[in-house]
């Protein structure tokens, strides 16, 4: 190839390169109002007001309730509300159905319904671990496994699990809701990297405590002479007390300001796999991240119970 010719096909380059970039862009926030967004869990809390955060920006946004009774719908504007229980694959089917026949496409899945399970392992039946798994983990997954095949079609798309501090390390008394979420992380990260032939994002955002009415429901399995009865009592009637609340107050993030955080995650041109919620739950996160033996983890927790329990004997 002659000089000129090398020259011709460089400025050519450059030029398309600068066409798709700039096309790319613009599309890009063409489609930004246009925003198909799937949630689940949208009765209340976190979900509520991420539905009606993002519908005020101007995406279209189907809010998933599982019981349409639970919500007076009526008031809220520009939220399509649709029934759906993550742990019903039908319901999931049928309302995906509908949604990709009205809309042509889904753009942002956001994985967030979820509850939490409490009490020593010793105090949960299986059964009380299988609905756990199902709501948190397998509910998560029966929403991908069904929304992919259109991400797919679309070549594009963004996947957001919302899990929580509490995926990357062990609550005590709440074993089975840190499994469940870090399965949901653990999940999340490999499908990240299965996915990036049809350029699908997968993001894992990790709340800490939002001032919400995150149901507790308390293990059922009875043991003789439970050990861990009054420490289990306290965490309960704490939970529905609010009294560690208040005082935590400080530490504690608003519906809405996790809905505008995950605004801004969709919005990102280039999403993060992990995402913290605010300072407290990044030093939290990165200190376990970075806590190789377990030491550290082990020294805070034990803190953490010895507190706990001293206010248990105060009592
Ligand atoms: P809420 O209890 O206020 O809301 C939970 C939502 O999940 C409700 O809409 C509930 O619906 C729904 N849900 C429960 N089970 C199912 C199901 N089988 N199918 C469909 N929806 C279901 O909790 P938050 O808003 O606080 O929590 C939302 C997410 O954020 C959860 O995944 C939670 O783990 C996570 N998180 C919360 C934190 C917090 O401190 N609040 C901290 C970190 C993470 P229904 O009304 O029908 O019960």
Redesign the pocket.
């Known amino acids: 190839m002659n000089f000129l010719k090398r020259f011709i096909l460089i400025v050519l380059l450059i030029f398309t390169s600068k066409t798709i970039t700039l096309n790319a862009i613009a599309v890009s926030k063409l489609d930004l109002n246009n925003k198909v967004v799937l949630i689940?869990?949208?009765?209340?809390?976190?979900?509520?007001a991420t539905a009606k955060y993002l519908a005020n920006k101007g995406f279209r946004v189907y809010a998933?309730?599982?019981?349409t009774n639970?919500l007076d719908t009526s008031k809220i504007k520009n939220v399509h509300f649709e029934t759906?229980?993550?742990?019903d694959l039908e319901s999931i089917k049928k309302t995906i159905h509908k949604i990709v026949m009205k809309e042509g496409r889904i753009d942002v899945l956001i994985n967030?319904?979820?509850?939490?399970l409490g009490g020593a392992l010793e105090n949960l039946t299986m059964d009380d671990i299988n609905k756990q798994m199902?709501?948190?983990f397998f509910?998560a997954i029966r929403m991908c496994q069904e929304v992919l095949p259109h991400m797919r079609s679309q070549k594009s798309g963004h996947i957001i699990n919302?899990?929580?501090?509490?995926g990357v390390y062990g609550l005590p008394y709440g074993s089975m809701?840190s499994a469940s979420?870090a399965a949901l992380e653990a999940m999340s990260e490999a499908l990240s990297i299965e996915l990036l032939p049809w350029r699908i994002d997968v993001s894992i955002v990790?709340?800490?405590?939002?001032?919400?009415?995150?149901?507790l429901k308390m293990g059922t399995r009875e043991i003789e002479n439970d050990p861990y009865k009054k420490i289990c009592d306290y965490m309960e009637s704490s939970h529905k007390q609010k009294n560690d609340r208040e005082k935590l107050e400080s530490h504690y993030q608003s519906?809405e300001e996790i809905a505008k955080f995950l605004c801004d995650v969709i919005d990102a041109q280039e999403p993060q796999l992990r995402y913290q919620t605010n300072r407290l739950s990044k030093g939290i996160v990165s200190m376990k991240l970075n806590d190789v033996s377990g030491e550290d983890y082990l020294r805070k927790m034990k803190t953490m119970i010895e507190a706990f329990q001293k206010r248990l004997i105060k009592k």
């Open positions: 689940t869990g949208a009765s209340r809390g976190i979900g509520l998933t309730i599982r019981d639970s759906l229980d993550v742990t967030n319904a979820g509850f939490a199902d709501v948190n509910g919302i899990s929580s501090e509490q809701y979420k990790e709340p800490g405590p939002v001032e919400t009415d995150f149901s519906a």
